[in-house]
């Protein structure tokens, strides 16, 4: 059993912790080299949480209340296209964030989040509408000493871009995270270009699901995610 706390600088909605983020500390726990991670409950900021090891289901609880659950998984997804550096950036001026947000201080994907202080990752669609994109601009505060990202900052950015996909491709909606699940391929490097996409993967009734991804401005792929994404009655975070 071990404690973590989720610092608010890693916040989602202003009072709870970026899903993503979330994802990638629980996940950092376990053994797996591809993990599923279930959230149940918003996560807590700066309050001590606890990550406990159930028969190898990983989980993490604030006092009584579980918040997250992850367990061995695999992802068997293909990627529909890989942005160039220019078609990413291209991507990049659609993004509808810029003009209405419902959460404007997100550590992923929120505009009014200072450089080197959130990920700013604004995916905008294609022309084709097959896919969003956006460069991944990083900073020195992402890596740790050895100069690889921080696992929980890989997970943090196959979150947002999935939801964008899911609104640009298909319809726009009010939506939580549900299910996130990811393999980092490989390390990534502070030296690499990166770029990050997502794509809508289909809707079953209150459920949206999308893929999402971290290349090289090469093309090499880096991470990969599969995302499910609950619909919900706005006024529950307005």
């Given at each position: 059993?071990?404690?973590?706390?989720?610092?608010?600088?890693?916040?989602?909605?202003?009072?709870?912790?970026?899903?993503?983020?979330?994802?990638?500390?629980?996940?950092?726990?376990?053994?797996?080299?591809?993990?599923e991670v279930k959230l149940i409950a918003?996560?807590?900021?700066?309050?001590?949480?606890?990550?406990?090891?159930?028969?190898?289901?990983?989980?993490?609880?604030?006092?009584?209340?579980?918040?997250?659950?992850?367990?061995?998984?695999?992802?068997?997804?293909?990627?529909?296209?890989?942005?160039?550096?220019?078609?990413?950036?291209?991507?990049?001026?659609?993004?509808?964030?810029?003009?209405?947000?419902?959460?404007?201080?997100?550590?992923?994907?929120?505009?009014?989040?200072?450089?080197?202080?959130?990920?700013?990752?604004?995916?905008?669609?294609?022309?084709?509408?097959?896919?969003?994109?956006?460069?991944?601009?990083?900073?020195?505060?992402?890596?740790?000493?050895?100069?690889?990202?921080?696992?929980?900052?890989?997970?943090?950015?196959?979150?947002?871009?999935?939801?964008?996909?899911?609104?640009?491709?298909?319809?726009?909606?009010?939506?939580?995270?549900?299910?996130?699940?990811?393999?980092?391929?490989?390390?990534?490097?502070?030296?690499?270009?990166?770029?990050?996409?997502?794509?809508?993967?289909?809707?079953?009734?209150?459920?949206?699901?999308?893929?999402t991804a971290i290349f090289t401005s090469?093309?090499?792929?880096?991470?990969?995610?599969?995302?499910?994404?609950?619909?919900?009655?706005?006024?529950?975070?307005?």
């Amino acid at each position: 059993m071990e404690s973590v706390i989720i610092n608010s600088k890693y916040n989602g909605p202003p009072n709870s912790g970026n899903g993503g983020y979330v994802c990638g500390l629980l996940a950092n726990s376990t053994p797996y080299d591809t993990i599923e991670v279930k959230l149940i409950a918003p996560p807590p900021l700066d309050t001590e949480v606890i990550i406990k090891n159930v028969d190898g289901r990983y989980e993490l609880w604030d006092a009584n209340n579980l918040i997250a659950s992850a367990i061995r998984s695999d992802i068997d997804i293909s990627v529909p296209v890989i942005p160039s550096m220019a078609d990413a950036i291209l991507c990049e001026t659609r993004y509808p964030g810029f003009d209405r947000h419902i959460f404007p201080h997100c550590f992923v994907c929120g505009p009014q989040r200072m450089e080197e202080d959130g990920l700013r990752l604004f995916t905008g669609v294609s022309g084709s509408k097959d896919y969003v994109a956006a460069p991944f601009r990083t900073f020195r505060g992402l890596y740790d000493q050895h100069g690889h990202m921080y696992p929980e900052i890989i997970w943090s950015a196959l979150d947002c871009p999935g939801a964008y996909a899911i609104t640009q491709i298909s319809e726009e909606k009010m939506m939580v995270l549900g299910k996130l699940k990811a393999k980092i391929v490989e390390p990534i490097k502070r030296e690499e270009r990166l770029i990050v996409s997502g794509w809508y993967m289909g809707t079953d009734k209150r459920k949206n699901y999308a893929g999402t991804a971290i290349f090289t401005s090469d093309g090499k792929l880096k991470a990969i995610g599969h995302s499910v994404w609950i619909e919900i009655d706005p006024d529950r975070f307005i």
